[in-house]
């Protein structure tokens, strides 16, 4: 199981270990962001922090409905004690967790301040 805390702005946010492919590992305050299919978003100091491998530019949708170019990367990610590996969008935000990794994961969030997140595996 995952855990985490709602903060102050009512944003359900975990702490995730991510790390590119040559080690280098730093821990995220990511928010769960149930609008984006990606699976995590970073801005550009993080990934250049941990000199995560570029992969490609993609074109993306936002949810305004405009089209923008992103870069993505490879890393991994500690989720739920085993290594993953993830595609990285490059977004000039606060760290984001996308829908594709919560695939095969209930959610239960306590929308107060300080309201507890868990990520658990479905069966």
């Not at 991510?18 to 769960?32: C, S, Y």
């Not at 490059?90 to 300080?114: C, D, K, N, W, Y």
């Amino acid at each position: 199981m995952i855990h985490g805390l709602v903060n102050a702005r009512y944003e359900a946010v975990v702490p995730l270990r991510v790390r590119g492919l040559v080690g280098v590992e730093l821990t995220v305050d990511a928010v769960i962001d149930t609008g984006s299919t990606a699976s995590l978003t970073l801005p550009s100091a993080t990934i250049a922090a941990l000199r995560l491998t570029f992969r490609a530019t993609n074109q993306v949708m936002l949810a305004d409905g405009s089209l923008r170019f992103v870069n993505t990367y490879d890393a991994e990610v500690d989720w739920d004690g085993a290594w993953r590996a993830v595609l990285v969008t490059e977004v000039e935000s606060a760290p984001l967790i996308g829908t594709t990794m919560l695939t095969r994961h209930q959610v239960f969030i306590e929308f107060v301040p300080g309201g507890v997140v868990d990520i658990t595996r479905l069966p």
